[in-house]
């Protein structure tokens, strides 16, 4: 999802198609360090995007989190040592919101960061992207690189994971809905109490900050940032419940239904709010609201569905 909109935002931007290099999962394992060393010593890349990872959402997180935190692990070391090997000075790493504390306050300031617990339905995630963080400061420091790092709140959009168990919370109630809409169901029950908060960022917006915090220059992005602090949360400002979402997404689908609440089931953590000051300030602005980013990825859905890909 996020991979596929900084391309098509680098394209927007002016960037020849034919110098940009990607690869899907199935065409590289980036668990495999063979593989991925063979990929740079091929294409030899003069700057890197890493926005690959193993997500999904509560239930995923708890029912494989030895997955969640090895495959994030290799796929982070893997990618940024070699591109380190090969000479690749410029490199983005994506994050996640998850590294901040549980309790952290609100909004959540880049100095949250490894100052409380985490959540533990995704301490495994949470911990693998802090290490991600601290593996392009460590490369910083030791090598002279320049590995910056971005910390997106809940993202959605075109290209979104909408498996029934293992996707977030946006693109697992686009489906649900929808399957509700489409058989008639006259309810549909959400997991917890509808009373956390979450932001939401579509993806398209994630992409144009990762693209502008990658082209700032070095100084700017040294002068705002510390050795051992160098991550740059990335919000849309403002949050939501997970009620007012769940009847967002309603009208979105055009489900005309009933919405209940399963309180027996955990909310993870009570709200998690960027703040993103620190971006908005060098002059960022996310540009597309929470209503018209849902009915876009709706209309990504039903594009999904029609072509046999869920």
């Known amino acids: 999802m996020v991979g596929s909109a900084i391309v098509r935002t680098l394209l927007a931007q002016g960037v020849p198609q034919a110098s940009l290099v990607t690869r899907t999962h199935a065409e590289l394992d980036l668990c495999n360090q063979a593989a991925v060393h063979a990929f740079f010593a091929q294409e030899r890349p003069t700057q890197v995007y890493l926005a690959a990872a193993r997500v999904g959402g509560i239930h995923a997180n708890n029912t494989y989190p030895a997955d969640f935190i090895y495959d994030n692990l290799m796929m982070q070391a893997n990618v940024i040592h070699a591109a380190h ?7 983005l790493f994506l994050g996640s919101s998850c590294i901040y504390p549980r309790l952290a306050p609100q909004p ?6 490894l100052t409380g617990p985490l959540e533990p339905t995704n301490e495994p995630y949470a911990i693998a992207k802090i290490a991600g963080i601290k593996l392009c400061e460590s490369y910083n420091r030791q090598h002279g690189r320049d590995y910056r790092s971005v910390m997106p709140t809940n993202l959605y959009g075109p290209g979104d994971n909408y498996h029934p168990e293992n996707s977030h919370v946006i693109p697992a109630l686009i489906r649900r809905f929808h399957e509700a809409k489409v058989s008639g169901a006259p309810e ?6 509808g009373t956390p908060r979450r932001e939401f960022l579509y993806v398209d917006d994630m992409a144009t900050a990762s693209v502008f915090v990658m082209q700032l220059p070095v100084s700017t992005y040294q002068a705002h940032t510390q050795p051992m602090q160098s991550h740059i949360n ?6 939501i419940t997970i009620f007012e979402l769940a009847n967002a997404i309603r009208l979105a689908v055009g489900y005309a ?3 209940s609440f399963d309180a027996t089931k955990p909310d993870g953590t009570l ?3 960027m703040d993103s000051r620190r971006l908005i300030d060098w002059g960022w602005r996310p540009t597309v609201a929470l209503s018209q980013g849902l009915r876009n990825a709706y209309s990504d859905f ?6 046999g890909v869920l």
């Open 85 to 91: 090997t090969h000479g690749v000075h410029k490199l």
């Open 108 to 113: 959540m300031a880049e100095d949250a960061l």
């Open 188 to 193: 549909v029950v959400i997991w917890g109490t």
């Open 234 to 239: 990335v919000g849309f400002g403002s949050d």
């Open 257 to 259: 239904g009933h919405i």
């Open 271 to 273: 709200r998690k709010w």
């Open 302 to 307: 039903l594009r999904t569905t029609a072509d």
